[in-house]
Structures are given as C-alpha cells and as structure tokens.
C-alpha cells in the first residue's frame, strides 16, 4: 500500500514537473516575443526621430532659400531626383562667395533656377542629356524671368572610359569655369558614370574655381570629388553632410 502511494505521489509530481516545463517554455516564448517586440519598437523610434531630424534640416535650408533667393513664382520639388534644399543652399553661397562669372550646371532643373538667381551677373550653361528635361527646365527660368542661362542638349555618347557622358561637343567653346555643379548624367552600375566630368572640364576650370558634387555619399561620387581635389594643388576637398552627401572642392 505504501508503495503503491508512493508511486502516485511520484507520478503526480512528475506530471506537475511537465506541466511546469511547458509553462516555463510558453512564458519563456512569451518573453521573447516581448524583448523581440520592444527592440523593434526602439528601432522604429531611432529611425523615426533620425528621418525627423533630416527633414527639419532639410526645411531649415528650404526656408533659407526662400529668403535669400526671394522667388517670385513657384518652384518644382526639391526631393527625390531633384537636388535637395541643402546642397540647393551650397550652389548659393558658394555662387555668392566670390566674383563668379561662369557656371557650368550639369544637370538641368532647380538647380539652374537657384544658380541663376543667386549670381545675376553670371552666365549659367547648364547641360542636359534630355531634351523633355531641358524644356521643363527652360519653362520654368521663362515663368521666374531669368535670362542669363543657356540650356544645352547634350546626347549621351560611348566615352574612352566605357561608360556614356554627355556628347563632348558642347563644352568646346566654355573656358574659365568658376563654379561647376556635377549632378548628371544619371548614375551608372558601376559608380563611374559621371567621372568623364574630370578629364574633360579640369582644364576648363579657372584658378579660382568652385566645384560642387550632389550623390556625394556614393562611392563613385566620393572617388570623383578626391580626383579633382588631387588635380587641383591648390585646392581642398570638404565633404558635407547632407542629404545625399555633398562635396565642395574650392581653394585652400
């Protein structure tokens, strides 16, 4: 009898023992999806608080801008393809920072409206591989009353490095560029798209030139920005960070 009851007593406690094991293995679970969930919440805030940050930077520029540049009729969206408010800020005081009195503006769109805006006393040519582009872009200097810009097409041509640039024809008669902004031709798989900017527009820089890259973030961009700053002694390269990341090679 005695045995018989000590073996319940046994068996008892070892179904007691399962039951707890498989509690502790739910709650354990449970657990875990709560330390999963709370980490996923705190990520979620991160990036919230780091895209908030970013877009109050970036209207903190667009506001400066405005007051500025003071348009008189409206302007096209600055995000997604279009060059964003900040390194838009850095075309104006880098074009206001001395007697700037060529631009080359590879590129077309808001950027040449601001470059306009910003040096009136400067020829802006601002280089497009598209012709739809370019006419948007001639429409809107036309409805703001600029006149002191040339848009030029410039089909994408086989260049020496493998990659396609902008048909070489149209920068035969431009020389003394004191302010050159690279945000075109589009970017290439291989990061090297824009890097024919080197070879043919160093020369055509004046000693007091300012060169201003957008996509400066990318690695192709990045190597760009070092090979003009390595080709121009008396110069140095900054690199901001911006939106998409900016670089600015200007004298020492």
């Known amino acids: 009898m005695f045995n018989l009851t ?3 007593l046994l068996l008892i406690a ?10 502790s293995r739910k709650l354990g679970a449970k657990l875990n999806q709560l330390i999963k969930s ?7 805030v991160r990036e919230v608080n780091i895209t908030a940050r970013a877009d109050y930077r970036q209207s903190e520029s667009y506001a400066q801008l405005l007051i500025l540049l003071a348009f008189d009729a ?30 080359v503006d590879l590129g077309s769109g ?26 948007k872009t001639q429409l809107l200097l036309d409805s703001h009353g600029i006149t002191n810009v040339e848009i030029r097409v410039a089909p994408l041509a086989p260049y020496a ?8 024809s149209v920068f035969t008669d431009i020389t003394e560029i004191d302010l050159l902004f690279i945000d075109g031709p589009p970017a290439t798989a ?32 990045k190597e760009l920005a070092n090979k003009f700053a390595a080709g121009i002694s008396t110069h140095i390269v900054e690199f901001l960070d911006h939106e998409k990341g900016t670089a600015v090679i200007r004298p020492k």
């Not at 040096?119 to 497009?128: G, H």
């Not at 490095?161 to 070489?168: C, Q």
């Open 14 to 23: 070892l179904l007691f023992l399962g039951y707890q094991i498989r509690l």
């Open 74 to 103: 409206p302007i096209p969206p600055t995000r997604g393809w279009a060059a964003s408010p900040d390194v838009l800020l850095t075309l104006v005081h880098s074009a206001r920072s001395s007697d700037v009195r060529t631009i």
């Open 38 to 44: 709370e980490k996923e919440l705190r990520k979620s």
């Open 161 to 168: 490095s493998g990659n396609s640039w902008y048909e070489t």
């Open 190 to 221: 291989d990061g090297q798209g824009r890097h024919p900017a080197f070879t043919e527009l160093l020369k055509k820089l004046s000693a007091k030139a300012v060169v201003v890259l957008d996509d400066a973030g990318r690695d192709g961009e």
């Open 6 to 8: 000590l073996l319940a």
């Open 110 to 135: 808001v950027s040449t409206l601001v470059l306009a805006k910003a040096a009136p006393q400067a020829r802006v040519i601002s280089i497009d591989n598209s012709p739809e582009y370019a006419a």
